[in-house]
């Protein structure tokens, strides 16, 4: 497995249903996610199960919930299959999960920090409100002279927030800065402009309430070295050291997501096989963006736990 990386989902992967089946057949799911429904204090596994999805969407309760799933279905996993990945990687909040998978960190410090981590994001979009869009069919040096523009005019705040994959962007900040920066990307011909149904300007300036206060958490929570490099968001190369892996986790808040850069890092150092661990398939599908040729996988539940099936 020495050319495999292990990927991990961010928000948005969520889903009513996700883990469900895997709680009823794999005991270590059901141990697992039941854990997490007594680190919290509720029932995280219900509200996974059966929703209501707008409460599961929530922030903070889509972090948590993201995470206890994906390593339920990385630890069933491990027992069918000889997993050794030579990396690991995981998109916004999904870099928790790749923490937890490499060893850095406790799956119950993990769990803990990404709910702290969606409460803090939640009140700082509370008490400034934002917005994001995707920008589809755009070159990402476009986008950002866009970006720069926009925020001169109007005096607020867009930037890149993820750099998915060619020919997806998503931009974040102000809602003028915003309205005027998806304005500009339709008027430069962008094959589609997507204004993203949330009030959270994730990975920009507006969460730096959240990540002054998060910085303190992180410095107080257990870890170690992890086994296998971590790909970190903010740089696109890896993290072996506790300090920078700490300084990361914060910087991700107010920072780029740099997920092009990260795979096609990864494809450089020889990596050819990337599998998805999680409740959906949204990596393997920008993965297919980036690199055809890479093989692909996702796991979600038993049926892909053979790792049979590229996607």
């Given at each position: 497995m020495q050319s495999t990386v292990l990927i991990f989902p961010g928000q948005g992967s969520q889903l009513v249903g996700m883990g469900q089946t895997l709680h009823e057949a794999e005991p270590v799911a059901r141990d697992i996610l039941t854990q997490a429904d007594e680190i919290l204090g509720f029932s995280l596994s219900s509200?996974?199960?059966?929703?209501?999805?707008?409460?599961?969407?929530?922030?903070?309760?889509?972090?948590?919930?993201?995470?206890?799933?994906?390593?339920?279905?990385?630890?069933?996993?491990?027992?069918?299959?000889?997993?050794?990945?030579?990396?690991?990687?995981?998109?916004?909040?999904?870099?928790?999960?790749?923490?937890?998978?490499a060893g850095a960190l406790s799956f119950p410090d993990g769990l803990r920090l990404v709910r702290e981590r969606g409460r803090l994001m939640k009140a700082a979009g509370e008490a400034q409100p934002g917005g994001m869009a995707a920008i589809l069919g755009m070159e990402r040096e476009v986008i950002s002279e866009v970006?720069?523009?926009?925020?001169?005019?109007?005096?607020?705040?867009?930037?890149?927030?993820?750099?998915?994959?060619?020919?997806?962007?998503?931009?974040?900040?102000?809602?003028?800065?915003?309205?005027?920066?998806?304005?500009?990307?339709?008027?430069?011909?962008?094959?589609?402009?997507?204004?993203?149904?949330?009030?959270?300007?994730?990975?920009?300036?507006?969460?730096?309430?959240?990540?002054?206060?998060?910085?303190?958490?992180?410095?107080?929570?257990?870890?170690?070295?992890?086994?296998?490099?971590?790909?970190?968001?903010?740089?696109?190369?890896?993290?072996?050291?506790?300090?920078?892996?700490?300084?990361?986790l914060v910087a991700q808040?107010?920072?780029?997501?740099?997920?092009?850069?990260?795979?096609?890092?990864?494809?450089?150092?020889?990596?050819d096989t990337f599998i998805e661990i999680g409740p959906n398939d949204i990596l393997t599908g920008l993965m297919r963006r980036i690199d055809r040729k890479a093989r692909r996988f996702t796991v979600q539940d038993q049926e892909g736990m053979g790792i049979g099936e590229q996607r």
């Open positions: 509200l996974c199960f059966e929703g209501p999805a707008e409460t599961l969407t929530d922030t903070i309760n889509a972090q948590p919930a993201i995470l206890a799933t994906s390593y339920a279905i990385l630890q069933v996993l491990r027992q069918k299959s000889d997993l050794g990945p030579a990396f690991v990687a995981g998109h916004s909040l999904g870099e928790f999960t790749a923490l937890v998978c970006c720069t523009t926009a925020q001169a005019e109007t005096g607020g705040v867009v930037q890149i927030a993820n750099d998915n994959c060619p020919g997806q962007i998503v931009i974040s900040g102000t809602r003028a800065a915003l309205d005027r920066a998806m304005a500009m990307a339709k008027e430069k011909r962008a094959k589609r402009v997507i204004l993203l149904p949330v009030s959270i300007a994730s990975h920009s300036p507006l969460m730096g309430p959240a990540a002054a206060a998060f910085e303190p958490v992180v410095a107080k929570v257990a870890m170690s070295r992890p086994d296998v490099p971590l790909i970190g968001n903010t740089s696109a190369r890896p993290l072996s050291y506790i300090p920078s892996i700490r300084a990361e808040l107010t920072h780029c997501v740099r997920w092009t850069e990260s795979i096609r890092y990864l494809l450089a150092q020889g990596m």
